[in-house]
């Protein structure tokens, strides 16, 4: 199974601010991934998919990135509606997520 | 608009096999994939299985020995089975609609089941 590591498990950052959240692949993904965001009580919502596509209504705020086996979430202008906790997932076999960041308020 | 909602028992004695139902909306499975993913409390995300559109079906390899996914296309319902069932299986039990490419990955979620197991 190809392991996903996700950093950091914990996020604090004022109103406004650029947050970045990384996850590193135990191999090679060829830009097989997506991020999901999840509020608390929901279910996942798709972000990005195939590394840097953004889904249909995402807010463009919202930016992926990366190649090989490190891959990028940013969040532009962070909105308090952001407050969540952000998944990564490799879909270059069968899939695997990371383990999780938790976005907070400063 | 593309729907799913998961249904289930809620509560499942240890040792048990659970039944799940994912009914979809919006959608054909017939030419659409979904898939299970589970949810531990407080805890990240696994993948469990697909049905592809063609009906055929792939598993996680760790719980491929106790799991089943099948489907009715005529009721637009896709079926969880998993038997043996343990404390740790205690999750928010989601159905999703795969994305459109390559890949599994998931386009669009239902609203997720708690699934416990207790005796």
């Known amino acids: 199974d190809i392991q996903m590591t996700q950093s950091p498990a914990s996020l604090s950052a004022s109103l406004g601010e650029t947050v970045t959240i990384e996850c590193r692949a135990s191999?090679?993904?060829?830009?097989?991934l997506a991020w999901y965001q999840q509020k608390p009580g929901k279910s996942p919502q798709l972000l990005i998919y195939?590394?840097?596509s953004l889904h249909t209504g995402v807010p463009s705020r919202f930016s992926g990135s990366g190649s090989g086996t490190q891959y990028s979430l940013k969040i532009n202008s962070l909105q308090s509606e952001d407050v969540a906790s952000y998944f990564c997932q490799q879909y270059y076999n069968y899939p695997t997520f990371g383990g999780g960041t938790k976005l907070e308020l400063k | 608009q593309v729907q799913l909602k998961e249904s289930g028992p809620g509560l499942v004695q240890p040792s048990q096999t659970l039944s799940l139902t994912c009914t979809v909306s919006g959608l054909s499975l017939t030419s659409n994939s979904v898939s299970w993913i589970r949810q531990p409390p407080g805890k990240g995300l696994e993948w469990m299985g697909v049905i592809w559109s063609n009906g055929g079906t792939d598993y996680n390899s760790a719980i491929k020995s106790r799991l089943s996914i099948s489907r009715d296309t005529s009721k637009s319902q896709v079926f969880l089975k998993m038997n043996s069932l343990q404390t740790e299986d205690t999750a928010m039990y989601f159905c999703?609609?795969?994305?459109?490419?390559?890949?599994?990955?998931?386009?669009?979620w239902g609203q997720g089941t708690l699934v416990t197991v207790s005796s």
């Open positions: 191999e090679d993904i060829y830009n097989g």
């Open positions: 999703a609609r795969n994305g459109d490419t390559k890949g599994i990955w998931f386009a669009y």
């Open positions: 195939n590394a840097n």
